[in-house]
T-cell receptor, first 113, second 112 residues
Framework: GAGVSQSPSNKVTEKGKDVELRCDPI?????LYWYRQSLGQGLEFLIY????????KSGLPSDRFSAERTGGSVSTLTIQRTQQEDSAVYLC???????????FGEGSWLTVV | KQEVTQIPAALSVPEGENLVLNCSFT??????LQWFRQDPGKGLTSLLL?????REQTSGRLNASLDKSSGRSTLYIAASQPGDSATYLC???????????FGTGTRLKVLA
């Protein structure tokens, strides 16, 4: 597809399990973002990748959260030992480069029970 | 630290009205500012990107203005329609970076 693709679209997991969320950015986009949106809340910045530069991880809420971007394309956000407060929509976005229009995926809805 | 505020938090208007949504930010050393809309249960859709060197940017019935020195941006929607009902978000990068911080949005309802 032409847009940002995220999978899974919905995930229900048990507390304490690890989850992986995947993001396929728009082809050719060098910048990639992860945000989290809890129910009724605003978007919370998690991490930003730009090309081959070191990612800006300043928004990751704890060391249970990590993200990688392989080959400058696909990104995976991993949450270890999930907690109920991790329940949220995780949104991925990409842009052609820094400072360009940002395009969002539909999000991965995570529910921790 | 960049802080972004949007006023009002919610707005309900009859169809056909012109309206203004406000976004204010604390750190004016920004490269640009972006406006988005979010429909319930969906991701965000880009509306306008306005560069720091610009004062206005237009797309159809939408017009965004930027006053960097005062830390403000407005989104003007002309002749509102029920299809405009959504949450409108502005995003501003932290000083000297492209890490975008989002406001909490204005929830707009346009009544037919």
């Amino acid at each position: 597809g032409a847009g940002v693709s995220q999978s899974p679209s919905n995930k229900v997991t048990e507390k304490g399990k690890d989850v992986e969320l995947r993001c396929d950015p728009i082809s050719g986009h060098t910048a990639l973002y992860w945000y989290r949106q809890s129910l009724g809340q605003g978007l919370e910045f998690l991490i930003y990748f730009q090309g081959n530069s070191a990612p800006d991880k300043s928004g990751l809420p704890s060391d249970r959260f990590s993200a990688e971007r392989t080959g400058g394309s696909v990104s995976t956000l991993t949450i270890q030992r999930t907690q109920q407060e991790d329940s949220a929509v995780y949104l991925c976005a990409s842009s052609l480069g820094s400072g360009n229009t940002i395009y969002f995926g539909e999000g991965s809805w995570l529910t921790v029970v | 630290k960049q802080e972004v505020t949007q006023i009002p938090a919610a707005l309900s208007v009859p169809e056909g009205e012109n309206l203004v949504l406000n976004c204010s930010f604390t750190d004016s050393a920004i490269y640009n500012l972006q406006w988005f809309r979010q429909d319930p249960g969906k991701g965000l859709t880009s509306l306008l990107l306005i560069q720091s060197s610009q004062r206005e940017q237009t797309s159809g019935r939408l017009n965004a203005s930027l006053d960097k020195s005062s830390g403000r941006s407005t989104l003007y929607i002309a002749a509102s329609q029920p299809g405009d009902s959504a949450t409108y978000l502005c995003a501003v990068p932290t000083s000297g970076t492209y890490k975008y911080i989002f406001g909490t949005g204005t929830r707009l309802k346009v009544l037919a």
